[in-house]
Structures are given as structure tokens and as C-alpha cells.
């Protein structure tokens, strides 16, 4: 009764604000700034509208009959699954931040390095939940972005916290070997950063504070040279970028005490800078045409990185998607500074986003063909570069390198698949020891993986990943997702994060289905793959996805009404737009943390830093394809949508809420089944298994009453 009362309650009050807003026409094409309203994150009217909503969504969901026993069944998943953490060498130690249910805000933790290589007693030295109580902050570590610790020892970080999970953090120095704070040590307060040290008493720091001048994207245009014991205000500005750049990059590799600095001016147009002790910035003669972001990795000799346009190197033309290198050794001569690494066959890709690593003296990298990845490893000699093969996967096995040692030779390999658990292995010469490995939490030995492909409306094959019940009947209710922007892939993964982590073993577990679409805009077959989707082309990406979407439904497997999409960021965008465009091919939707609204995202959070991949709003080229796709304006009053499940966080800062508040006021206006759930704390990762099972717990069940049930 108590439980009735709250969800009439929640949903009058919610209905009772939506009338007291202003009046919305959603038919009729783009309209104009008519929800701005809804678009400072903490705006009174704004939150307040939200957390209404929020209410009476989680009011609803949470009286469904099946959401006790999802949630006690995910909260088992996330006990049983000891999930696997990266593991970072660092010179005579190993790090990693060690999250669990018991812990979800995670440990930092060291092990010494032993003098075969592998790893002692794991000593926790920073418990991240203990250290928020005690500042009385919901402070959450940003240990694998927005931290950075001292070469070659590393003993002392500069480690990242974020305030409720936004990405603009504070900075503290840190000691790993005595587990304490350093007294005095370098401090900054919280703001959009990016820092690197160059030596034990100078760090280069990029900090968006004060008057200081930003970029389009809010992030700081000036670098400073901060020495310790010296105010942040007065460290001196050694670089101003110009307004219109999207932010910096820094990059410290190696034992030289040399800062890589990288004006990203626009995601794929980079200039590259070294920037020394002394603070003396000195352009490096690299083509401008990079992919994403700049150097990928380097020894102590040389740093690496990816051309997306063909190039002169070393007296021949190479073609994009090459590795090329850049030789800092003075003896070198200028000419010969820049150094052709490797140049991908015909059918291989060599993805930019992850997996280059660099030890003392190798670079590794993955090549991926036909689906199946091979990681190399690239040693420069008198003869120039030699690349050979250092480990490969099956099709489907997503393989990378994810830490090397700067100071040796020694690699951690993650080898992980839809069907086949995480592990991690120190790679050490010859020798392969393995570190950790996630226990098997839903029956795999029930599932296969097929590749398979489907014809997109120009005639492009375009493949995708089906996960399927090998005793699968015709119409399984299956899950689809993908990405398509920023030349990203969603590689396999077991229970990964982009999958919704251990939330999908429940779906597993009632014989369900997932399908992964490798859709343009992403980088699955390389730069071409990922152009054909830019801008004005956005519309590629969608139509892939509805054929690979019509493609399961057309075969038998499965059915409108048992067909399921969701997707995050760019991906939650995806499946806003398709469920807006294709309403009558999907039973149900899920859209988090997504862009939303296609003619204003150049003004909310840092959406003015991505006008290279979507378009600029002000081009009328740009407007009116953005004006035929942006979910927010072709939502129409008479049109029959899906239920939508959209979820997102006050504190992310990087897309912003507006878009998620705007979609549901849409939606709702037009008379569907929408819930919005703004936690209002967790930034772009709100959707996290381990800090909110509940809001997890809520979507599964969302999908699995829509998707499975009668």
C-alpha cells in the first residue's frame, strides 16, 4: 500500500510539472530553443523536473513483480564474478585500483615486483571510499585517466579524484610506498586537467580555473610550468592553444625528462609539441593528419604514432593507417627523424584506441584480420624497424597489450571474450604467468558466437557479433547495441562495462541474445570505416544498424517485440535515434548517458569538441542533416514509440544531462512509456554494476518485462 501510494504520489506531481511548463510543439521540424530550460545541469527547475521524474520512474520500475529477484540476482553476479583489475607495471612495483562490491569505489593497492618478474603481496594504500568520508566529498579515484605517476621508480603519483564522478578532478600528490599524501606536495584544486610530470620537482599542468583563457570545449588553452612549492596562479604560462582548439594532450614516456604536448585541435588534425625541464616547447616536424589522440606510445628512444592520411616518410609516400615513428636521438639526422614503424597488409587494422604499449626498448600493437587479433611487437635496430608477431587470439577473443614496464622488457597481456572469462598474464620473454582471472559466472558452455553479416541500405556489408543460446528457437528475445563514432570499436568482452557488465548474465541466464554491430563511424575496418559516418554522412551509421537490426528479424531469430536496443554515449544516441526512426523493429529501448539533442550540443558540457565528427550546427549543410536525425526534433506527437529507459547523471559534465531530460520530454509529451533515472551522482559513468546496482537492476528488469515476459 505504502509502495501505491508513493508511485500515485510521484507520478501526479511529476504530471502536475510537465503542465506548468511551457507548451512544446514536437511536430512540424526542428523547433526552436523551447527547452533550454532543461539544460543547466543544477538549474532549480531543471533538477527539480528531473528528480521527479527520476522518482516516479524508479517508483514504477521498482514495483514491477520481477525487481526483487533481479536485484538479488545481480548483487550474486557481482559477489561471484571477482572481476578482473587491470594491473599497471611501474618500474619495481605493480598498481591497480581493486573495486568489488564490498568496495565499490575501489582500493589502490601495490605489490612489489619480485626479481623474476612476478608479483608479490597485494598491500592496499589508498582505501578511495575512507579518504572521501574523511574529506566529506563523494570523491571517486580517476586512476586510469587523470593520474599519472613519476618515472622510472614511480613511487610518487599525482593521482586524480573526481568530485560525484564528473571529469573535472583534483589533483594530490601521492606517495605509494609510505600509502600517505606527500605534506606539501603538488596540489591542485578541482577543474578540467591535463599534467604530466617532466621530473621530480616539475609537472606540465593544463587547469581550467580562474580567467584563465579555455578552449570551445571548456578545457584549459594555456600550459604552465609548475614547479614544486610554487602556487599554481604563478607556475608560467609556456604555451596558449587557440580558442577554437578542443583540448590539450600530455604524454610522458620513457626515462628522458620530456613532455609530448598535443593540441588536439580537432580529433583529427593534431599538433605535437616537445616541451623539457627548462620549459623550452619545440614543434615536432609530424603531418598533421593523426588519428586519435596523437602519440600512442614510445620508448626511450622513440614515440609512436598513427598517420589517418597518406604521407611523406622517410623519402616514400606510406598510407594512412600506418605506424610511423619519431627518433629523438640528437645523432639522428633531421631527415631521418621520422621512421616508418609498420604499414597495415591489405584487410588489417590496426586500431588506434587501445592496446599500444611501450617497454625500455619494443612497441606492441594490435593487428586485427578477419576479426582475429595478433599483437606485434616493433624494435627499432641499425636496419630500422623490425615488427613480428608476439601473441595471437581466435575470432571473437578481443587480446591487447594493457601495461609494459618503461623500465624492462616485461608486458601484462588481457585476453577476454563474450563466452571466455578475463585474464591477465605477465608476459616475460618466453615465460607466461598468470596474474588473475575472472571466475565463470553464467553457463557459457550454452552459448556460441557467430559473425555474421547484413546488407546496409547502400549495399555495404556491415558484420555484427550475434551471442546466441545454442538451443535457440525462432524468435529469442536478443539485445542489440553498438557505437559508430570517434573510430571506436566495442571489442569482445566478458560481462564488459559497454555490455552492461554483470547485468547481462541475468539476461543470459533466460536464454536471451546479444548482438554486437560493427556499424560505420567506428573503427572496426579502419579510417575509411569511420569517415563514411562524419558529419553529414551521420545517417550511414543509423542504417547500418536497422539492417543489421531488420537482418535478425527477417532470418527468424528473433522478433520486433523481443528485440531489445541500448547503447551509452555516442551509443546511446544510436539507439535514441533508431528507436525514433524504426519504432515498429524494437519492443523496448534503453538510451544512457546519450547526445539527444543534435543542433545544441556544440553548447552543453564539452560538445563543442567533437564539431570534427558530428558537424557544425551553424553550417546549413550540417544543420539539416543533423535537423533529419537529432532525436529531440523528430519526435512526433502522433508517432507510437517503444518504452524508452533513459539514464544518466546531474554530474556528467562531459555530454551533460540536457540531452537525456530533453529526449524524455519529448517522449512524454508524445504519449509514450518513457522513464528518465538521473542519479545525481557518477558522471558519463553512471551506469556502473558495482556503485549502482539498483539503477542496473532497474533496467534489467525494464527489458526482461518488456522483452521475455508474456
Same mark, same amino acid.
Given at each position: 500500500m505504502i509502495r501505491r501510494r508513493f508511485l500515485a504520489a510521484a507520478a501526479a506531481s511529476a504530471l502536475a510539472l510537465i503542465s506548468a511548463a511551457p507548451a512544446l510543439a514536437v511536430e512540424g521540424g526542428p523547433a526552436g530553443d523551447d527547452l533550454e530550460w532543461l539544460e543547466p545541469a543544477e538549474g532549480e527547475r531543471a533538477l527539480a523536473w528531473a528528480r521527479e521524474q527520476t522518482a516516479a520512474a524508479r517508483a514504477t520500475l521498482s514495483a514491477e513483480p520481477g525487481y526483487g529477484g533481479v536485484l538479488e540476482e545481480l548483487k550474486s553476479a557481482l559477489t561471484a564474478s571477482s572481476p578482473v583489475t587491470d594491473i599497471a607495471l611501474l618500474g619495481p612495483r605493480a598498481v591497480r585500483l581493486k573495486r568489488d562490491p564490498d568496495f565499490p569505489k575501489g582500493r589502490l593497492q601495490v605489490a612489489e615486483r619480485r626479481p623474476d618478474g612476478a608479483l608479490g603481496e597485494w598491500k592496499t594504500v589508498l582505501d578511495v571510499a575512507a579518504f572521501a568520508a574523511q574529506e566529506g566529498r563523494p570523491y571517486t579515484l580517476n586512476w586510469g585517466y587523470g593520474s599519472t605517476c613519476l618515472p622510472p621508480e614511480n613511487r610518487f603519483c599525482l593521482l586524480g579524484f573526481s568530485d560525484g564522478g564528473g571529469d573535472e578532478l583534483m589533483l594530490r600528490e601521492f606517495d605509494l610506498e609510505t600509502g600517505r599524501f606527500v605534506q606539501d606536495g603538488f596540489a591542485a584544486p578541482a577543474g578540467r586537467v591535463q599534467s604530466a610530470w617532466i621530473d621530480a620537482d616539475t609537472v606540465l599542468i593544463a587547469h %581550467?580555473?580562474? /580567467?584563465?583563457? $579555455?578552449?570551445? =570545449?571548456?578545457?584549459?588553452?594555456?600550459?604552465?610550468?609548475?614547479?614544486?612549492g610554487q602556487a599554481l596562479a604563478e607556475a608560467p604560462v609556456i604555451f596558449t592553444a587557440p580558442s577554437g582548439d578542443a583540448t590539450f594532450q600530455f604524454t610522458r614516456v620513457g626515462s628522458a625528462p620530456?613532455?609530448?604536448?598535443?593540441?588536439?585541435?580537432?580529433?583529427?588534425?593534431?599538433?605535437?609539441?616537445?616541451?623539457? *625541464? !627548462? *620549459?623550452?616547447?619545440?614543434k615536432l616536424p609530424l603531418p598533421r593528419s593523426l588519428k586519435p589522440f596523437g602519440p600512442l606510445g614510445g620508448t626511450d628512444r622513440h614515440m609512436v604514432f598513427q598517420l589517418s592520411e597518406p604521407a611523406e616518410i622517410g623519402g616514400r609516400?606510406? !598510407?594512412?593507417?600506418?605506424?610511423v615513428a619519431y627518433d629523438f636521438d640528437p645523432a639522428t639526422p633531421e631527415a631521418a627523424r621520422l621512421q616508418l614503424v609498420y604499414?597495415? =597488409? %591489405?584487410?588489417?587494422?590496426?586500431?588506434?584506441?587501445?592496446g599500444f604499449r611501450a617497454t625500455r626498448s619494443r612497441v606492441f600493437f594490435p593487428v586485427q584480420s578477419n576479426l582475429a587479433v595478433t599483437v606485434m611487437a616493433a624494435r627499432h635496430g641499425p636496419a630500422g624497424w623490425n615488427v613480428a608477431p608476439f601473441e595471437s587470439a581466435d575470432a571473437g577473443v578481443d587480446l591487447s597489450v594493457t601495461s609494459a614496464d618503461a623500465a624492462g622488457e616485461d608486458v601484462v597481456l588481457r585476453r577476454a571474450g563474450f563466452l571466455q572469462p578475463t585474464a591477465l598474464d605477465l608476459a616475460s620473454g618466453d615465460r607466461r604467468v598468470r596474474l588473475e582471472a575472472a571466475r565463470e559466472v553464467f553457463?557459457?558452455? =550454452?552459448?556460441?558466437?557467430?559473425?555474421?553479416? !547484413?546488407?546496409?541500405? /547502400?549495399?555495404?556489408?556491415?558484420?555484427?557479433?550475434?551471442?546466441?543460446?545454442?538451443?535457440?528457437?525462432a524468435n529469442t528475445p536478443t539485445l542489440i547495441t553498438g557505437y559508430g563514432a570517434f573510430g571506436l570499436t566495442l571489442p569482445p568482452a566478458y560481462l564488459g562495462r559497454s555490455f552492461g557488465g554483470e547485468a547481462l548474465k541475468l539476461w543470459f541466464d533466460r536464454g536471451g541474445a546479444l548482438a554486437v554491430a560493427a556499424v560505420r563511424g567506428g573503427g572496426e575496418k579502419g579510417q575509411d570505416?569511420?569517415?563514411?559516418a562524419l558529419r553529414e554522412r551521420r545517417q550511414t551509421s543509423y542504417d547500418d544498424f536497422i539492417a543489421?537490426?531488420?537482418?535478425?528479424?527477417?532470418?527468424g531469430f528473433t522478433r520486433p517485440d523481443r528485440l531489445g536496443v541500448f547503447g551509452t554515449s555516442n551509443g546511446g544516441l544510436l539507439s535514441a535515434v533508431v528507436a525514433v526512426q524504426r519504432p515498429d523493429l524494437y519492443g523496448a529501448a534503453v538510451s544512457d548517458a546519450p547526445l539527444a539533442d543534435m543542433l545544441r550540443y556544440d553548447r552543453i558540457a564539452m560538445g563543442a569538441a567533437w564539431k570534427d565528427e558530428y558537424g557544425d550546427p551553424a553550417d546549413s549543410t550540417i544543420h539539416a542533416a543533423l535537423s533529419a536525425y537529432s532525436p529531440v526534433h523528430n519526435v512526433r506527437a502522433d508517432g507510437r514509440y517503444p518504452p524508452v529507459l533513459i539514464s544518466v547523471s546531474t554530474t556528467d559534465n562531459r555530454v551533460g544531462p540536457a540531452h537525456a531530460r530533453k529526449l524524455a520530454w519529448r517522449l512524454s509529451q508524445a504519449g509514450g512509456q518513457v522513464f528518465l533515472i538521473e542519479d545525481e551522482q557518477g558522471g558519463h559513468g553512471v551506469s556502473d554494476?558495482? %556503485? $549502482?546496482?539498483?539503477?542496473?537492476?532497474?533496467?534489467?528488469?525494464?527489458?526482461?518485462?518488456?522483452?521475455?515476459?508474456?
Open positions: %581550467a580555473s580562474g /580567467d584563465d583563457p $579555455r578552449t570551445a =570545449a571548456g578545457w584549459a588553452a594555456t600550459a604552465r610550468l609548475w614547479r614544486r620530456r613532455v609530448l604536448m598535443t593540441r588536439v585541435i580537432d580529433y583529427s588534425t593534431f599538433e605535437v609539441f616537445a616541451v623539457d *625541464g !627548462a *620549459g623550452t616547447v619545440t609516400r606510406v !598510407a594512412a593507417e600506418s605506424l604499414e597495415p =597488409a %591489405a584487410g588489417q587494422v590496426v586500431s588506434s584506441y587501445g553457463n557459457a558452455s =550454452a552459448f556460441q558466437v557467430d559473425i555474421r553479416t !547484413a546488407r546496409s541500405r /547502400d549495399g555495404t556489408m556491415v558484420d555484427y557479433y550475434l551471442v546466441r543460446p545454442r538451443a535457440a528457437s570505416w569511420h569517415r563514411a543489421v537490426s531488420e537482418d535478425l528479424v527477417s532470418s554494476p558495482l %556503485a $549502482r546496482p539498483d539503477l542496473m537492476a532497474l533496467r534489467m528488469e525494464f527489458l526482461i518485462s518488456r522483452l521475455m515476459r508474456p
